[in-house]
């Protein structure tokens, strides 16, 4: 009795996958060794020659010049071309201080996967990313050479080592959000397995091979006093971390009626970033107070304190992503401090 045919398809893409990547990861490789020594030259060049720059954070655009709120604005998108080796453009903002993380947190970044455009297949070595698409559309993710198309808003897993990309089919606008988490401190590493137009007519697999997700408040179940808040507000464990190979620790779904809290919180073993997905309210990090809207996000840094009010009169949705110190490892602190009215 031979291999069935749906088999041997799918050995075949994933050995073709990682031959891929093998290549292109000696390809990268000898580009780095012939190109170093005039990089090390050009670079030293420069710091002799020109004043140090410094950047103050990697947050593009920080609320009221905290670093620890970053507002979504489509004015300071930054643009790229074919990125991953993908087709068309692509264009971003990052909305967290990646220079201030002790975990192994990266960047959170906000973006639009413009028509006919996407991120090419590309594989980390030491990193793991999540893609979301934020709105109604629909998106081709794919990883290890598998594509399915998935229904936003939704996410997908990107595990570490397995290749992954996300590519835009249709003649619209998709809005679009990438979490990274490294292993490494702070680094950023990616090989990619295309210079330009990837992913163009990749075969769609039903159902999808891999690990995704809805957003959907109905699937959020009621939790009174959360953290020591006031009143219910409803809640789903998306990921946890038995999903992933770093430290990252959850992706959560919180649903906070009009009038509810989430209580001021310490965190002593994991930094945790709060994404407001839809609607409005007030956010209170470190004892600072800000006014947030939808695509806000409030980074809680390790022993950061934080806590949150939904002042206004609809329901306001976070997507909150945690990264702990030690695999597995969370605690919290509840603290006396009244969220309601500041």
């Known amino acids: 009795m031979g291999i069935p045919d749906y088999v041997f398809s799918y050995l075949t893409r994933l050995y073709s996958a990682r031959v891929r ?20 030259l050009a670079v030293t060049i420069l710091v002799t020659a020109a004043p140090c720059i410094a950047q103050e954070s990697e947050n593009d655009n920080p609320i009221d010049g905290n670093v620890l709120f970053g507002r979504t ?9 074919y990125p991953h080796g993908g087709p068309g453009q ?11 993380f002790q975990s192994q947190f990266l960047f959170l970044h906000r973006g639009r996967l413009y028509p006919k455009s996407g991120l090419g297949e590309h594989v980390h070595r030491w990193m793991e990313e999540m893609y979301f698409v934020l709105d109604g559309h629909t998106a081709q993710f794919r990883v290890n050479g598998r594509t399915a198309e998935l229904p936003g808003p939704c ?12 590519y835009n089919d249709s003649k619209e606008i998709v809005e679009f959000m990438n979490i990274g988490v490294t292993l490494r401190d702070q680094q950023y590493d990616a090989v990619n397995f295309a210079e330009k137009d990837d992913l163009i007519g990749s075969p769609i697999d ?3 091979p891999f690990m995704w997700s809805v957003i959907d408040k109905r699937l959020c179940h009621p939790v009174e ?29 919180y649903v906070i009626p009009p009038g509810a809290t989430i209580g001021y919180h310490r965190h002593d073993h994991v930094e945790e970033v709060y ?24 980074t809680c840094l390790l022993h950061g304190a934080h806590g949150l ?12 992503i945690a990264v702990a110190m030690e695999k597995g490892k969370i605690a919290h602190t509840e603290l006396d401090m009244e969220m309601k009215g500041r």
Do not use: Q
Not at 225 to 253: C, K, Q, S
Not at 282 to 292: A, E, P, Q, S, Y
């Open 21 to 40: 990547y093998v290549y292109a990861l000696h390809k990268k490789e000898k580009e780095m060794r012939t190109t170093l020594l005039p990089v090390i």
């Open 73 to 81: 604005d489509e004015s300071l998108y930054r643009p790229g071309n």
């Open 90 to 100: 692509v264009a971003h903002v990052e909305l967290t201080p990646r220079e201030k």
């Open 155 to 166: 996410m997908a897993i990107c595990p570490m080592g397995d290749s992954h990309g996300i």
């Open 206 to 208: 039903s159902p999808p």
């Open 225 to 253: 006093n959360f953290m020591g808040g006031e009143g219910a507000i409803y809640y789903r464990t998306i990921w946890d971390n038995p999903d992933f190979r770093t430290n990252w620790l959850f992706v959560n779904h």
């Open 275 to 298: 994404f407001v997905f839809s609607g409005k309210g007030r956010m209170t990090i470190d004892g600072v107070t800000m006014d947030v809207r939808k695509d806000d996000a409030g």
């Open 309 to 320: 009010w939904n002042n206004s009169d609809e329901d306001m949705e976070v997507i909150s």
